[in-house]
């Protein structure tokens, strides 16, 4: 099969390479995949021991074509969205791979494509993990901190739905995408004045912030009201002040239930899926160039021929 392979231990060394189809054990499923997320980590998001060249990637949607003895939950023939993240036998950027059953799998609604399937799961799954550390009532607010990208695109959607009011930084050309999906304020993160503009909008400061960009933490607690919380997505460490907490994303938190509602209130237009770009399967490059940019709006997918 086609696969885009990590072929040495040096940084991006990734190519398109001809290699084996996945064999699956009893607790596997082979997933002929249709669309693939891609997102910055694709390129280092990788178990600590492999054997190159490993087939990178860590979500994707497909069609189910073969199931282990003991995979009960899914069928042959089933169209899924899955993540599959640090498996030993390679990951989502080829036509095949193999999926552990108690991986996050769910299936596609049928008024959903296989490209929209494959762009929630990651960052559906990122923020509303992040979004239980936050303990906010309705009528509390919220700084995001880089709210144009994958993530920001559902966090902004998400704080409004829970009736927080929502402050988001991007630069201005992202402005009223933001607005569209829901900001109540926007500030652009290059203009040096922009926590003083956030103070003046919320002179108390901000109940919380999400920090998703690496480096916005420290800025966005100092934004964040006495005894806040701040949430790095990017994983920086900050030094809390004035009561503040710091968290990262609770990894371990279980938001399969709400995952299941998000993809259903998506293929019902309760909330925004946006792709900026699909990319056929052999530019797959080009779309990781893209995401390492750090200015995508919203999430790109790669597709199968
Ligand atoms: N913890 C987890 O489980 C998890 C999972 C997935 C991803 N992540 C992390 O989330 C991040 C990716 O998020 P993403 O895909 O949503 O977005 P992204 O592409 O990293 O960021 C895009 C957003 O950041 C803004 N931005 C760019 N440079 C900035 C700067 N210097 N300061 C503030 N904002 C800036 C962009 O605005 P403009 O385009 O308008 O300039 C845009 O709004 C990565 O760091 C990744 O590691 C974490």
């Not at 054990?25 to 997102?39: H, I, M, P, R, T």
């Amino acid at each position: 099969m086609k696969a885009f392979v990590k072929r040495s231990a040096a940084p991006d060394d990734i190519a398109l390479e001809e290699v084996k189809i996945p064999t699956i054990s009893e607790d596997e499923l082979l997933v002929q995949v249709k669309a693939v997320g891609v997102g910055i980590h694709d390129s280092y998001f990788l178990p600590q021991e492999i054997d190159y060249p490993y087939v990178i990637g860590i979500e994707a949607s497909g069609i189910v074509e073969e199931i282990g003895s003991r995979v009960t939950q899914f069928k042959k023939g089933e169209r899924i969205a899955f993540i599959s993240m640090m498996q030993l036998k390679g990951g989502t950027w080829a036509e095949f791979a193999a999926v552990h059953k108690d991986s996050l799998i769910l299936s596609i609604p049928e008024n959903m494509d296989f490209t929209e399937a494959a762009a929630v799961l990651v960052a559906g799954n990122t923020v509303l993990r992040a979004l239980t550390a936050l303990h906010l009532n309705s009528g509390d607010s919220v700084f995001i901190a880089g709210a144009s990208g994958a993530i920001g695109t559902f966090a902004i959607q998400f704080a409004k739905a829970r009736g927080w009011v929502v402050a988001g930084s991007a630069s201005p050309k992202n402005h009223d995408y933001m607005k569209s999906l829901g900001a109540d304020k926007t500030v652009d993160y290059r203009d040096p004045n922009w926590a003083n503009e956030v103070r003046k909008w919320m002179p108390n400061g901000v109940d919380a912030a999400i920090a998703i960009q690496p480096g916005t933490g420290t800025e966005s607690m100092h934004i964040v009201k006495d005894g806040g919380t701040v949430i790095t997505i990017s994983g920086d460490r900050i030094e809390p002040e004035r009561g503040i907490t710091a968290a990262f994303v609770p990894h371990k938190a279980d938001v399969r239930n709400e995952l299941h509602d998000l993809i259903e209130q998506i293929a019902s237009g309760t909330y925004q899926l946006v792709i900026e770009e699909v990319y056929p399967f052999d530019q797959a490059l080009e779309a990781l160039q893209k995401t390492q940019t750090r200015h995508a709006r919203g999430k790109l997918v790669l597709k199968m021929e």
